[in-house]
């Protein structure tokens, strides 16, 4: 039944014929003040800096937290080797 | 009129903005001149559309500006299966029917119901002044978009102004096809028949 309704529906869409367009719309332009472009640009770079602030606003926090875990990793090796070798001088 | 905005959905001819658009693409950040050139291609023609589709003189700019603006940020993302021009259209399309759904849902008042077309026969009364102060064409047909209610000046602006094809028309605004073809043949005969009442409006002022 619905495909019927859908199909009768679709030859209406086909059979209809909407006219000819207007051929005045075709080219239809409306005048621009002279700051928008300066707008564009500004909204544009203000995104830019917006990225890069909130990019670094996370990516140094990381940074220096990465940081701080490879000096508490390496450290203690290198306290612990250079144990190590003090031991082995007294031992000689 | 050769605007590429009428051909963007249909054609194959080459993009006549594909080098602008490939210079822009690679451009390093910061560097806007070859988007910039293509913002100067389209700016009047994009601030056209917002102007007659949403009918807000004081925000057409602003809206055109958000599309732009948008089609920067989305440049990256463009595959090319298109042309800009075409891109661009869907782009401003969208923005404009999201705006009006907008204002739509802050007034209540729904760009399909009843109420809309009165609202729109008390904006008849509004530009029929205007029509008398009309002087060229543009300004008449102008002033003929305003005075059409929604329901049929947003399907013409969308088949006749920006060159989208009956089926884009009606995904565009989510109606039937048969719907979308009768609501562009009255467009069509209302817008017609108003500007065709306008003119001998202002001849009659002119000769009088």
Redesign the interface.
Same mark, same amino acid.
């Given at each position: 039944m619905s495909d019927e309704r859908e199909n009768s529906? @679709?030859r209406? &869409?086909d059979e209809?014929? %909407? +006219? /000819? %367009?207007? #051929? &005045? @719309? &075709? +080219?239809? /332009?409306?005048? =621009? #003040?002279s700051g928008?472009?300066m707008?564009?640009?500004h909204?544009?770079?203000r995104? =830019?800096t917006l990225g890069h602030v909130a990019t670094f606003s996370v990516s140094l926090p990381l940074l220096v937290l990465r940081q701080c875990w490879s000096l508490l990793i390496t450290r203690p090796n290198r306290i612990s080797l250079r144990k190590d070798a003090n031991d082995g001088e007294e031992a000689s | 009129m050769s605007s590429p905005f009428n051909k963007w959905s249909r054609s194959s001819a080459p993009d006549p903005d594909e080098e602008l658009l490939h210079e822009a693409r690679k451009a390093p950040e910061g560097d806007l001149r070859a988007f910039e050139q293509l913002v100067l291609r389209y700016q009047r023609r994009v601030v056209a559309n917002c102007r007659y589709i949403t009918r807000d003189e004081n925000n057409a700019e602003d809206l055109a500006q958000e599309v732009l603006v948008k089609a920067f940020f989305g440049l990256r993302g463009f595959e090319g299966r298109s042309s800009f021009a075409g891109w661009l259209q869907r782009i401003k399309i969208n923005h404009c029917l999201d705006h009006l759904r907008r204002q739509e849902a802050r007034s209540f008042v729904g760009i399909e119901e009843q109420h809309v077309q009165e609202f729109d026969q008390l904006k008849d009364l509004a530009t029929a002044d205007n029509l008398a102060k009309a002087i060229t064409d543009q300004q008449l047909i102008r002033e003929v978009l305003d005075s059409m209610p929604s329901t049929l000046r947003i399907p013409l602006l969308l088949c006749d102004m920006d060159g989208l094809s009956y089926e884009e028309v009606a995904e565009s605004l989510n109606v039937g096809l048969s719907a979308t073809k009768m609501r562009i043949k009255r467009a069509r005969e209302l817008f017609r028949e108003r500007y065709k009442k306008a003119q001998s409006t202002v001849s009659s002022a002119n000769e009088r």
């Open positions: 529906e @679709l209406d &869409a209809l014929d %909407p +006219g /000819e %367009p207007i #051929s &005045a @719309l &075709a +080219g239809f /332009e409306h005048d =621009v #003040s928008l472009l707008r564009i640009r909204t544009i770079q995104r =830019v | -």
